[in-house]
Structure formats: C-alpha cells, structure tokens
Nanobody, 121 residues
Framework: QVQLVESGGGLAQPGGSLRLSCAAA????????MGWYRQAPGKQRELVAV???????NYADSVKGRFTITRDNAKKTVYLQMNSLKPEDTGVYYC???????????????WGQGTLVTVSS
C-alpha cells in the first residue's frame, strides 16, 4: 500500500507565502512524476505544477513566477513553495504521484487527502 501525506496548508494574506509538503510512504520501488493539483469551490480540479524524477518541471500559467515545485527523491517528498499568493489561489491542494510498487511492480496513481489553502485578508 502506498500513501501520500500532505502538510503545510492554512491561512495566508494576499501577497503572503505558504509551503506545502507531501511525503510518500509504503511499498514503493520508484516514483516517477509528482505534482500538485488544486480544486477551488465550485470548480474542477486543475493542475498546479508537476515535477519529473529528473527534476524537470511544468506549471499552470496562473502560477508561473510565483510557485516553485521541488522534490527530494531520497525522502520521497515533493514541495510547493507558494509566494505572492492571491485570493484566487484559495482551494484544496492535492498531492499526486505516479508510483511503482514493489510487490507486483505495478504503476499506481496515488492521491493525497488534500490540504486547504485560504488566501484572504
């Protein structure tokens, strides 16, 4: 079994910063892409940022220049540094990972439980 455990959400003022973390645990052989998605109230879940095992990254246009995704492969952890936050960044942020598990060597798409980010004055 593989789990993703997120932390770091909360309340921030416009222009402020927050840092999200997501650690993978369980029967993991390897992890390919890791990413962050978000879902605002009344909207569909959308990609925020993704990072490959190699470190190459891709961002949604709405967060480019403000958010930075990084990962520590040894710790099986992905981070999202969010700066210059805007009210429209409010939502539940979900961690996602493409994981190869050790028991049957299958690739699994795994999601975290979500962490709430609220940007408001």
């Amino acid at each position: 079994q593989v789990q993703l455990v997120e932390s770091g959400g909360g309340l921030a003022q416009p222009g402020g910063s927050l840092r999200l973390s997501c650690a993978a645990a369980g029967s993991i052989l390897s992890i390919n892409d890791m990413g962050w998605y978000r879902q605002a109230p009344g909207k569909q879940r959308e990609l925020v940022a993704v990072i490959a095992h190699s470190g190459s990254t891709n961002y949604a246009d709405s967060v480019k220049g403000r958010f930075t995704i990084t990962r520590d492969n040894a710790k099986k952890t992905v981070y999202l540094q969010m700066n210059s936050l805007k009210p429209e960044d409010t939502g539940v942020y979900y961690c996602n990972a493409n994981v190869r598990e050790v028991i049957h060597f299958r690739y699994l798409e795994v999601w975290g439980q979500g962490t709430l980010v609220t940007v408001s004055s």
